[in-house]
């Protein structure tokens, strides 16, 4: 499915170049639900955005489905199937949601078919459907709607850059059922999931830790959890609220 | 009644949704001329003997009923004042379409200048949707300066939609309106410029009465090297409440000047202004390219989203 091999991505900061992803390889195989954890700054918002072309690496190679993606642009790798929800999403006046989902889905959705994405990520499809993407919605339904718009679009990867981030816990909650979800109904489909979250790292098959633009452990959920949790890599969403 | 050519439909179709001839009482005017009229029971258009243009007069108490009055120019060097008055009587609920599309292949300038008036009796409601249209690619400028007054009697209200999207090279809006006690006037002007268009909006209203309000809000998107200057202005004279808005995206060599103002006479007087312009957010573009859009395919959705 998705094969990095030998990333590297160097940004300026105060004149000085500094590494920011240092020579990161994994491999994510079909069907797969993992999950990149590791402390803030350390370097996986940058490697998801990577992934979906956002941001370009200065060198290393990127494989997508056995073809190299290295040199295409976001739009290219977002038609070949890799979906991407922002961390922070944007907001646009006078758009709508349904006409954002039916951006995302390709095609000349339904109303209908809109609310179900809608209904998904927990979401009353008739409150939502006509609203305009703009400042009179908050950031837990802003998220929510940006997750729909991955839902809507049939990708082969999935990745969400920290889902949880600027959510309230009862939204939380709901989030942790999405995931769930997508993890029973995956067909083929392989998600990665940038997370500190001990519940979202539970779901996991595997887990990635990455700090300091390295790659410090990989492996089985039930191997890398134990050895993570209690540590921040792995919090739980009450502590994380104290 | 004269035919109408292929041009003139489509240039109908653009201003006024007009697929054919409309319901209810209208005028269709052409190349300078009346077409086609129509008047009902309650709607009366008569043609004015002193200038070019239409009286309309609607009576006291007329619902749900429709005036279209679109006109169009599909001949090059067409130049043409026209006066449209409406008197509108007391408790109406009357949709008013106008608007004017401009077709012009030829090498010399066409301009129609339109002037409406409308005098809205008490407790009426009018929607006015007024699309202004330009095509054509022939050297000849496409210029269109409408102005606008409104006058409202106690507790009428005017919601006026005003378009122009498209192909008009030169345009000076100018509308102007009066308002009485309990009067509402609600403004939605979308614009669009491009290549070296140049387009001025202003708006002046004046709050007259005591419970009076304005809510005038102008969304505008000036690409290639076009320019656009936005002046809306409220007076507050009496104990009443206004908000202005101008909302606009630059892009190219795209240029806005923005001057929104407010004027306060009476301590009674709640105003407020508001003024945005900015280049389309790096962020926006992303999103819908993270979505399969090309960065063109992106930019035309966003303003798309943000002119509806």
């Excluded at chain 1, 758009?95 to 209908?112: E, W």
Aim: aromatic fraction near 4%.
């Amino acid at each position: 499915m998705l094969e990095l091999k030998n990333i590297v991505f160097n940004a300026e900061n105060d004149g000085k170049n500094v590494g920011i992803l240092r020579d990161i390889s994994l491999t994510v195989d079909d069907n797969k639900f993992v999950v990149i954890t590791g402390p803030n700054g350390g370097g996986k918002s940058t490697l998801a955005k990577v992934v979906a072309g956002i941001i370009k690496n200065n060198s290393g190679q990127i494989i997508f489905d056995g073809e190299d993606i290295t040199e295409k642009s976001i739009t290219d790798r977002a038609r070949m199937g890799i979906g991407f929800a922002f961390q922070q999403p944007v907001r646009f006046k006078g758009m709508t949601v349904v006409d954002l989902l039916r951006i995302a889905s390709g095609k000349t959705l339904s109303v209908s078919e809109a609310c179900e994405y809608l209904s998904e990520v927990g979401l009353c499809a008739k409150d939502y459907i006509n609203r305009e993407i703009n400042a009179s919605l908050s950031g837990g339904e802003l998220k929510r709607i940006e997750i729909a718009t991955v839902l809507a679009r049939d990708v082969k990867l999935a990745l969400f850059d920290e889902p949880e981030a600027g959510i309230d816990l009862w939204s939380f909650n709901n989030l942790i059922r999405i995931f769930e979800n997508m993890r029973k109904e995956r067909n083929g489909r392989s998600i990665i999931v940038i997370s500190h979250q001990e519940r979202i790292l539970n779901i996991a098959d595997e887990i990635i830790v990455i700090a300091d633009g390295k790659i410090v452990k990989k492996g089985n959920k039930d191997v890398i959890l134990p050895e993570i949790t209690g540590t921040e890599n792995a919090v739980n969403i009450c502590s994380r609220i104290q | 009644m004269v035919q109408m050519d292929a041009v003139q439909k489509r240039l109908f179709q653009e201003v006024a949704d007009l697929h054919g001839i409309p319901e209810g009482a209208y005028n269709l005017r052409a190349n300078g001329q009346a077409i086609s009229r129509n008047t009902t029971a309650n709607i009366d258009i008569q043609s004015k003997s002193d200038v070019s243009g239409i009286d309309i007069r609607i009576k006291d108490g007329t619902k749900n009923e429709s005036v279209h009055i679109p006109v169009v120019l599909s001949q090059s060097g067409i130049k043409e004042n026209v006066y449209n008055d409406f008197y509108i009587g007391e408790d109406c609920n009357v949709l008013i379409v106008a608007g004017c599309g401009i077709e012009n292949c030829g090498s010399q300038d066409s301009e129609h200048d339109g002037i409406h008036r409308f005098y809205i009796g008490k407790n009426s409601r009018i929607k006015y949707v007024e699309k202004h249209y330009g095509s054509g690619d022939g050297s000849g400028k496409r210029i269109l300066n409408p102005v606008t007054e409104v006058y409202m009697e106690e507790g009428s209200t005017m919601e006026m939609e005003m378009v122009q999207i498209k192909g008009v090279d030169s345009t000076e809006r100018t509308t102007i309106a009066e308002l009485k006690e309990n009067a509402k006037l609600i403004v939605r002007e979308r614009l669009m410029t491009h290549g070296k268009q140049q387009a001025g909006s202003i708006y002046k209203v004046d709050l007259k009465g005591d419970g009076s309000s304005a809510d005038v809000v102008s969304r505008s998107v000036a690409r290639d090297d076009s320019y656009q200057k936005l002046d809306l202005c409220i007076i507050g004279n009496a104990a009443c409440s206004g908000h202005t808005e101008c909302d606009s995206i630059i892009m190219d060599n795209g240029r806005i000047l923005a001057v929104p103002s407010l004027e306060a006479n009476n301590i009674d007087a709640a105003l407020v202004h508001e003024a945005a312009i900015g280049k389309i957010a790096g962020e926006q573009l992303i999103k819908l390219m993270t979505l399969g859009l090309t960065e063109a395919e992106a930019e035309e959705q966003i303003i798309n989203g943000f002119l509806k």
